[in-house]
């Protein structure tokens, strides 16, 4: 089965993944240091995961920027995730990451948001909040196509059970294996638009499942064999010292729309 592509010639020259006028710098990690700053980020969901475990000595901040390692040692899958639970939780704004990938069969990388009662209650997504997949990448489908060079947004709601329900955009983009690039949402009551470098490519626009409330921001990798991602490769992911599955991110910036105040202040250094 072939691969639908939003193609770039589809994009619109015009949307630029900067944010509006109007829109203030309100928080930022520029992952200008050596280690990583809890004053913004926490470790998540630490241990067993899916197919792997998540550590904290698979993310690390260096040469301005941050690092998520996927590895292999034992015959045990680590990974990791940084959230920024119980320290920021915006409603609305700009929000953007520079990220970079590297991606192996068997496992993905996300930037996404997570509302902390998402799916209480069922049928008010609006008020318990969802899941926003700002963007997630795969090296491979669950078909075993290559998709490397695309990514993909959705949204979930009324929590992961019976109930559950949602939402995605076709794979969007060309060559985002290749370097850095901007993943940009802009959420506002009516709408969550998504982008990349410079163009749309997604707008989310029913509103009875249109998160209103705040949530926390999540930079993650994860294992899962065959769930989405394709198979894991017989010899794992190589050593922490040795592996070449990784996640970069440059920076992480929230913007606002002037005057209004920020959900949260900017974090301390």
């Not at 004053?39 to 998540?44: E, H, L, S, T, V």
């Not at 940009?184 to 969550?192: I, K, P, R």
């Not at 999540?218 to 990784?246: C, F, K």
Request: hydrophobic share 40%; aromatic share 12%; net charge negative.
């Amino acid at each position: 089965m072939p691969v639908a592509v939003v193609a770039w010639a589809q994009m619109p020259a015009s949307a630029l993944a900067t944010p509006p006028p109007g829109y203030r710098l309100v928080w930022s990690d520029e992952f200008d240091g050596t280690v990583l700053n809890t004053n913004r980020w926490g470790y998540w969901l630490l241990g067993k995961r899916r197919n792997a475990v998540n550590v904290t000595n698979a993310v690390s901040v260096g040469n301005g920027e941050l690092t998520i390692r996927t590895y292999s040692e034992g015959g045990t899958n680590f990974t990791g995730m940084i959230a920024t639970a119980g320290r920021y939780l915006p409603t609305y704004g700009w929000i953007e990451a520079r990220i970079a990938w590297s991606e192996s069969p068997g496992m993905w990388s996300a930037f996404w948001m997570q509302s902390p009662t998402m799916g209480r209650p069922i049928g008010d997504a609006a008020n318990a909040g969802t899941e926003i997949d700002i963007v997630e990448h795969r090296l491979l489908d669950k078909r075993g196509e290559n998709i490397d060079a695309h990514a993909v947004s959705n949204i979930h709601w009324d929590g992961y059970g019976a109930s559950a329900r949602s939402a995605g955009s076709s794979l969007y983009g060309s060559g985002l294996n290749v370097g850095y690039h901007t993943y940009a949402m802009e959420w506002t009551a009516a709408c969550q638009k998504f982008y990349v470098d410079d163009g749309l490519v997604w707008t989310f626009s029913d509103t009875s499942a249109l998160s209103q409330r705040s949530e926390f921001l999540i930079l993650s990798s994860e294992v899962d064999n065959h769930a989405w991602a394709g198979h894991i490769p017989v010899d794992g992911y190589g050593s922490r010292t040795n592996r070449t599955t990784q996640m970069k991110v440059d920076w992480v910036r929230i913007y606002q729309l002037k005057p209004a105040t920020p959900t949260n202040p900017v974090s301390p250094n």
